[in-house]
Each structure stands twice: as C-alpha cells, then as structure tokens.
T-cell receptor
C-alpha cells in the first residue's frame, strides 16, 4: 500500500536554529497537509497546500513557518527560528482530489528544541 | 469555534471486554467523521470513516462507529477488545466547508491480557 514518508524521524535542534522537515506524499495525491502534536495534547492542523499554494492555515502557522513543494515529489515544512514550544511530533498527510477522500498520514517527525 | 471532544483520556480494559469511546463535535453543518488509531511507535492509521448513508459504519479489526446527528456524536465501539488494540484513538471531523481535519485530544486504550 502506498505510504506518506517523512524524514527525519527525530531531530534535536537548538533554539533559534532553522529546521526543515521533509515529506514525500503519495504519488497521485494533490492535497498536502502538515499537522503537529505536542506531547500530551491533541493533533493540531497547521497548513494545507494545493496547486502549489497554501489553501488553508491555522493560527499556529505564523511567519516562522513556511511550506514548499520544491521538486514535484517532496513537500517540506520549514521553521525559520525554532522555539522551545515548537517541540512536537509533526505529521505530514496527503489525499486525492475530492472533498470526501481520506487523508493519509506519515509516521511523523519528532522535533525536540533545546 | 469548531471542536471535537473525546470524553475519556485513558481507558483500561481486560481482554474480551466491550469498548465504547465517546466523541462529540460542535459544527452544525455537513461533516465527514473519522476515527484514527495510533499504535505505539507508529503513525496515525484510518480505522473507519463516515461520509453519508448508513450511520452505522464498520471499520477494520472489528471496530464500528455510529453517527447520531441529533447528538452530534460519533462513538467508537468494539464488542470484544484484544491486547493488540492497545493504542491511542483519535476522533476527527472534517467540516463540509473545510479541507482539513479537526482532531479530538485522543483516548489512550490499554488492554490487559
């Protein structure tokens, strides 16, 4: 079964450093998402991306965050200057065209900011 | 604001016990409803989903959920749990006007052998 893959699985970074989390969505999917889950809290929506632009974003997704689809297969989340409170599991997800289609999640990237 | 409430933070059951996990949402329009499961060390996996039609939805591994529109609920059930069902279970709602999912806080299920 096709999967959403994410790298790295775990990254430790110092506060203030830039981090890029990478995702390879399922190949025929057209909608891409980033979610995050702070330890002990719920999974929160960050951003959705369609047709090479952001289609929706949450209040969490401020100017420190950006997304990019640099080469037609990867979908990246960049955090420009990490803060301690950015420590979380970041999930990439994708789905096919059509509002009823299931969203498939990757295994997540654990980000620890120290 | 739209929200999803899962009533139980941690449920502990013995094998063969019946399971019901509550989920309520606050959104008055059309919704798509989902239950995801996250086994220890693994990613979120879809358990079942409701888009329309029969409000009783059957998913994988013997799970089912019932959509009760009047109660804004989508409770997850399984008649007889197994040790391998130990995981965290997330209810999620996709309001009709939006593309993203809104998740509940999750319910951790521990099944004792």
């Amino acid at each position: 079964e096709p999967e959403v893959t994410q790298t790295p699985s775990h990254q430790v970074t110092q506060m203030g450093q830039e981090v890029i989390l990478r995702c390879v969505p399922i190949s025929n999917h057209l909608y891409f998402y980033w979610y995050r889950q702070i330890l002990g809290q719920k999974v929160e929506f960050l951003v959705s991306f369609y047709n090479n632009e952001i289609s929706e974003k949450s209040e969490i997704f401020d100017d420190q965050f950006s997304v990019e689809r640099p080469d037609g297969s990867n979908f990246t989340l960049k955090i420009r200057s990490t803060k301690l409170e950015d420590s979380a599991m970041y999930f990439c997800a994708s789905r096919q065209y059509g509002s009823g289609n299931t969203i498939y999640f990757g295994e997540g990237s654990w980000l620890t900011v120290v | 604001a739209q929200s999803v409430s899962q009533h139980n933070h941690h449920v502990i059951l013995s094998e063969a016990a019946s399971l019901e996990l509550g989920c309520n949402y606050s959104y008055g329009g059309t919704v798509n409803l989902f239950w995801y499961v996250q086994y220890p060390g693994q990613h979120l996996q879809l358990l079942l989903k409701y888009f329309s039609g029969d409000p009783l939805v059957k998913g994988i591994k013997g799970f089912e959920a019932e959509f009760i529109k009047s109660k804004f609920s989508f409770n997850l059930r399984k008649p007889s749990v197994q040790w391998s069902d130990t995981a965290e279970y997330f209810c999620a709602v996709k309001p009709g006007s939006q593309g993203n999912l809104i998740f509940g806080k999750g319910t951790k299920l521990s099944v004792k052998p």
